[in-house]
C-alpha cells in the first residue's frame, strides 16, 4: 500500500508565476489536509478537504492560495501569483473516513526566486 | 483558541538517558493527541498516538501520558539511541475543523553517543 504521494519533490519559481502542488491519498482514504512549514517552524493548517468538498480552509490566506480535491484524480494546492513569502516546504497528509490518524507525505518544497 | 505549545524547543541528552518533551493545548474539546517525528529533509511520520479516555500508552520504548483536567501531554522515550535524533511535533484534534489537526512548533532531539 503506498503511502501519500506528493509531487513535484522540489518547484523552483520565479514571482508573480503559479505553483501547482499534487497529493495523491493513501488508497481508501477520502480526507486530505494541507500544511505549510517554514524554516525551523511548526507545521501550519491550511486546509481540509473531502472528495469534492472543502470542509474547513481557516488556515489558508484569502487571496492567491486554492485547494480542490475532485472526485477523480489527486488533490491540487494551486499557488498564483507567488511571491517570495511563499517559498517553504508544503505537506499533504491524507486519513480514511470515521478515524483520526492522519499519514503525512514527503513534501513539496517551493521556492521561489 | 486552538494553540498547541511545545517546550522545549531544543533539548540535547545522552545516549540511553531519557527525554521528555510537554505540550499544553486550549481547545477543551480535542479528543485525540499524536505525535510526529520528522527526519530531515522527510515528511512528519507518526508515532504514538493518544485519545482523550485514556491516560497513558506506551509503545516499546516511547510512551505518551495525558492530563486532560490540566490540558497537557507529554511524550516519553526512554533508552536513547543516536538514531532518535529528529524534530518531534505534537499535535491537537481541531474540535470545529472535522479531522484536522494543529500542531506544536516542535522539538529538535538531539542524542549523543
Known amino acids: 500500500n503506498a503511502g501519500v504521494m506528493q509531487n513535484p519533490r522540489h518547484l523552483v519559481r520565479r514571482r508573480g508565476q503559479e505553483a501547482r502542488l499534487r497529493c495523491s491519498p493513501m488508497k481508501g482514504h477520502s480526507h486530505v489536509y494541507w500544511y505549510r512549514q517554514l524554516p525551523e517552524e511548526g507545521l501550519k493548517f491550511m486546509v481540509y478537504l473531502q472528495k469534492e468538498n472543502i470542509i474547513d480552509e481557516s488556515g489558508m490566506p484569502k487571496e492567491r492560495f486554492s485547494a480542490e480535491f475532485p472526485k477523480e484524480g489527486p488533490s491540487i494546492l494551486r499557488i498564483q501569483q507567488v511571491v517570495r513569502g511563499d517559498s517553504a516546504a508544503y505537506f499533504c497528509?491524507?486519513?480514511?473516513?470515521?478515524?483520526?490518524?492522519?499519514?503525512f507525505g514527503e513534501g513539496s518544497w517551493l521556492t521561489v526566486v | 483558541g486552538e494553540n498547541v505549545e511545545q517546550h522545549p524547543s531544543t533539548l540535547s541528552v545522552q545516549e540511553g538517558d531519557s527525554a521528555v518533551i510537554k505540550c499544553t493545548y486550549s481547545d477543551s474539546a480535542s479528543n485525540y493527541f499524536p505525535w510526529y517525528k520528522q527526519e530531515l529533509g522527510k515528511g512528519p511520520q507518526l508515532i504514538i498516538d493518544i485519545r482523550s479516555n485514556v491516560g497513558e500508552k506506551k509503545d516499546q520504548r516511547i510512551a505518551v501520558t495525558l492530563n486532560k483536567t490540566a490540558k497537557h501531554f507529554s511524550l516519553h522515550i526512554t533508552e536513547t539511541q543516536p538514531e532518535d535524533s529528529a524534530v518531534y511535533f505534537c499535535?491537537?484534534?481541531?474540535?470545529?475543523?472535522?479531522?484536522?489537526?494543529?500542531f506544536g512548533k516542535g522539538t529538535s532531539l538531539l542524542v549523543t553517543p
Open positions: 499535535a491537537a484534534h481541531r474540535s470545529n475543523s472535522g479531522y484536522a489537526l494543529n
Open positions: 497528509a491524507s486519513s480514511p473516513p470515521g478515524l483520526y490518524t492522519i499519514y
